[in-house]
């Protein structure tokens, strides 16, 4: 009885300290949840702006929780390869059935994406702009959630008295680790710079690994001698509550990404496979049920191999020449019925600049694709609704900077930097690393919305997951091992296609290579 009434304490303490009070019920509730979530639970709170916590509190968050762990996967069987069949046998006429997708016009709706009209010369005080933009969005999100709006300039806190609690909000300028391996950071916000030095529990010290250099972060201590000691911090971050949006109507969208058109090792095959399932021409009576719900084709990038992407290219290439390639691609994607509605962006091998954000594909390389009345030519990241569902596309470049960035994330498990970059609101937060980066007087790449859908590609292997309430996607591609893959072990996962239920949020996963990646 004693013991059970010192870790009662114990977790009223825990409460406490972040100004929640917790009622006599609610103590007994918490052994239903996992003590591993209750910072996560702390958060819920505080957003909710709760002071007195019940049960229906806690019931809240179980509810939500348990909504959004984990995405609804389904794993449908590969499908057969009929090697008889020709591309005019694939988009034969199928008025006979009935077509969902085709008695609905395409609810599209872009949002925050960048024009040509938009694009700045790339001076200094085009970068200064572009932090300037940043930082302003960022600090709003902080000032908008009740856990964080009360924090200061950086000015502010250097003029308070030694020992004073002070919290800010600022830039990561530099990231450093004592002889003992805490944290120091330099903040910088508009006003002034600190130093912050991280040290406290095991648990703190697991958090702090996975801030970055260049991203935004609101940070509690007390204060030194010209320096923070930090007890605290918190990304920008995804609301652990909020509404969700569904399509009203039963439709679909599919995710792909990384064809790669022109390269020795794109499996057109199967490809062609996946075009014929689109016309509700193969697959079990479920499989093409599915198919018949389709609305919208989503393509993150590398639509092509390119030309020159990396040094003697050429000897990887089947068709040598990029007009040829995206010609190739043209006469693929126009066998897509014209009931879907297919939206491209670009990835780093394509014919676009490669500092980020990317315009859309230049129309000299590709003039028959923009012919195509079905089709929308975006920039990458591109953010928009698909029948009231938000979506943002990013072909994935920055995956590696995160790699690179926090310890324990791999180049092969695309979700974990996905998760990150939903947190930090952020696709690339870091400048000078692996992602170009171009300066334009707005933050193209920040993601100042709340998405149901974020796809990414880039590393050709499929992943998926969920984050409150944000169904992660990474479509793998349609190219088999590459020689740098080789080297780097790393095994992709080539056509396995992922299909988003507008209205449920179901992702059901579809099979057009056989195991090895093959036809």
Same mark, same amino acid.
């Given at each position: 009885?004693?013991? +059970?009434?010192?870790?009662?304490?114990?977790?009223?303490?825990?409460?406490?300290?972040?100004?929640?009070?917790?009622?006599?019920?609610?103590?007994?509730?918490?052994?239903?949840?996992?003590?591993?979530?209750?910072?996560?639970?702390?958060?819920?709170?505080?957003?909710?702006?709760?002071?007195?916590?019940?049960?229906?509190?806690?019931?809240?968050?179980?509810?939500?929780?348990?909504?959004?762990?984990?995405?609804?996967?389904?794993?449908?069987?590969?499908?057969?390869?009929?090697?008889?069949?020709?591309?005019?046998?694939?988009?034969?006429?199928?008025?006979?059935?009935?077509?969902?997708?085709?008695?609905?016009?395409?609810?599209?709706?872009?949002?925050?994406?960048?024009?040509?009209?938009?694009?700045?010369?790339?001076?200094?005080?085009?970068?200064?702009?572009?932090?300037?933009?940043?930082?302003?969005?960022?600090?709003?999100?902080?000032?908008?959630?009740?856990?964080?709006?009360? /924090?200061?300039?950086?000015?502010?806190?250097?003029? +308070?008295?030694?020992?004073?609690?002070?919290?800010?909000?600022?830039?990561?300028?530099?990231?450093?680790?004592?002889?003992?391996?805490?944290?120091?950071?330099?903040?910088?916000?508009?006003?002034?710079?600190?130093?912050? /030095?991280?040290?406290?529990?095991?648990?703190?010290?697991?958090?702090?690994?996975?801030?970055?250099?260049?991203?935004?972060?609101?940070?509690?201590?007390?204060?030194?001698?010209?320096?923070?000691?930090?007890?605290?911090?918190?990304?920008?971050?995804? $609301?652990?509550?909020?509404?969700?949006?569904?399509?009203?109507?039963?439709?679909?969208?599919?995710?792909? +990404?990384?064809?790669?058109?022109?390269?020795?090792?794109?499996?057109?095959?199967?490809?062609?496979?996946?075009?014929?399932?689109?016309?509700?021409?193969?697959?079990? =009576?479920?499989?093409?049920?599915?198919?018949?719900?389709?609305?919208?084709?989503?393509?993150?990038?590398?639509?092509?191999?390119?030309?020159?992407?990396?040094?003697?290219?050429?000897?990887?290439?089947?068709?040598?020449?990029?007009?040829?390639?995206?010609?190739?691609?043209?006469?693929?994607?126009?066998?897509?019925?014209?009931?879907?509605?297919?939206?491209?962006?670009?990835?780093?091998?394509?014919?676009?600049?490669?500092?980020?954000?990317?315009?859309?594909?230049?129309?000299?390389?590709?003039?028959?694709?923009?012919?195509? =009345?079905?089709?929308?030519?975006?920039?990458?990241?591109?953010?928009?609704?698909?029948?009231?569902?938000?979506?943002?596309?990013?072909?994935?470049?920055?995956?590696?900077? /995160?790699?690179?960035?926090?310890?324990?994330?791999?180049?092969?498990? $695309?979700?974990?930097?996905?998760?990150?970059?939903?947190?930090?609101?952020?696709?690339?937060?870091?400048?000078?690393?692996?992602?170009?980066? +171009? $300066?334009?007087?707005?933050?193209?790449?920040?993601?100042?919305?709340? $998405?149901?859908?974020?796809?990414?590609?880039?590393?050709?292997?499929?992943?998926?997951?969920?984050?409150?309430?944000?169904?992660?996607?990474?479509?793998?591609?349609?190219?088999?091992?590459?020689?740098?893959?080789?080297?780097?072990?790393?095994?992709?996962? =080539?056509?396995?296609?992922?299909? /988003?239920?507008?209205?449920?949020?179901?992702?059901?996963?579809?099979?057009?290579?056989?195991?090895?990646?093959?036809?």
């Amino acid at each position: 009885m004693g013991e +059970s009434d010192s870790v009662n304490k114990e977790i009223y303490n825990l409460f406490l300290q972040n100004n929640l009070i917790l009622t006599v019920n609610s103590v007994d509730s918490l052994s239903s949840i996992e003590k591993n979530k209750y910072s996560e639970l702390i958060e819920f709170l505080k957003e909710k702006g709760k002071v007195f916590v019940d049960d229906n509190d806690l019931g809240d968050f179980k509810n939500c929780n348990k909504e959004k762990e984990s995405p609804l996967l389904e794993e449908k069987e590969n499908l057969e390869v009929d090697s008889e069949d020709t591309e005019s046998d694939i988009k034969r006429s199928i008025n006979a059935r009935r077509i969902p997708a085709k008695e609905h016009e395409a609810e599209i709706k872009f949002t925050k994406n960048i024009k040509s009209e938009n694009v700045s010369p790339g001076s200094i005080e085009d970068f200064v702009r572009l932090f300037n933009d940043r930082y302003a969005k960022m600090k709003k999100m902080f000032r908008e959630r009740p856990s964080t709006r009360d /924090f200061m300039t950086v000015s502010e806190a250097l003029r +308070s008295k030694k020992g004073d609690q002070v919290s800010v909000v600022g830039m990561i300028t530099e990231k450093n680790e004592s002889k003992k391996g805490n944290l120091i950071l330099t903040v910088e916000d508009d006003t002034a710079r600190i130093k912050v /030095f991280f040290s406290g529990s095991k648990e703190l010290d697991e958090q702090v690994k996975f801030i970055m250099l260049d991203e935004i972060i609101w940070i509690k201590g007390s204060l030194g001698d010209g320096i923070i000691f930090g007890k605290e911090f918190e990304f920008p971050d995804l $609301p652990i509550s909020r509404e969700v949006h569904r399509s009203e109507v039963d439709l679909c969208s599919v995710h792909i +990404s990384d064809i790669h058109v022109g390269s020795n090792a794109f499996l057109e095959k199967s490809f062609l496979k996946f075009i014929k399932w689109l016309n509700v021409r193969m697959g079990s =009576p479920a499989q093409r049920e599915l198919a018949s719900r389709v609305k919208y084709l989503v393509i993150a990038g590398d639509l092509v191999d390119g030309v020159g992407t990396y040094p003697n290219q050429e000897k990887d290439l089947k068709i040598l020449d990029v007009y040829d390639q995206y010609d190739r691609l043209y006469e693929l994607l126009s066998m897509v019925p014209d009931w879907i509605r297919i939206i491209m962006s670009p990835g780093n091998h394509d014919a676009t600049r490669n500092g980020e954000p990317q315009l859309p594909v230049e129309k000299q390389y590709a003039e028959k694709l923009y012919e195509l =009345p079905n089709v929308d030519m975006v920039p990458n990241p591109s953010f928009f609704e698909m029948n009231g569902v938000g979506t943002v596309i990013y072909h994935g470049t920055s995956i590696y900077d /995160f790699v690179e960035g926090i310890p324990g994330i791999g180049h092969d498990k $695309p979700v974990p930097a996905m998760k990150e970059m939903l947190r930090k609101r952020h696709l690339a937060p870091v400048y000078g690393g692996k992602t170009p980066i +171009s $300066p334009e007087d707005k933050d193209y790449l920040l993601i100042d919305s709340y $998405p149901e859908i974020f796809h990414t590609g880039h590393i050709h292997v499929n992943g998926y997951g969920n984050y409150r309430g944000t169904s992660m996607i990474n479509s793998g591609g349609w190219q088999a091992q590459t020689d740098y893959q080789k080297m780097r072990n790393i095994m992709p996962t =080539p056509g396995r296609v992922p299909i /988003f239920d507008l209205k449920t949020h179901k992702i059901s996963i579809m099979g057009f290579c056989n195991e090895n990646g093959g036809y």
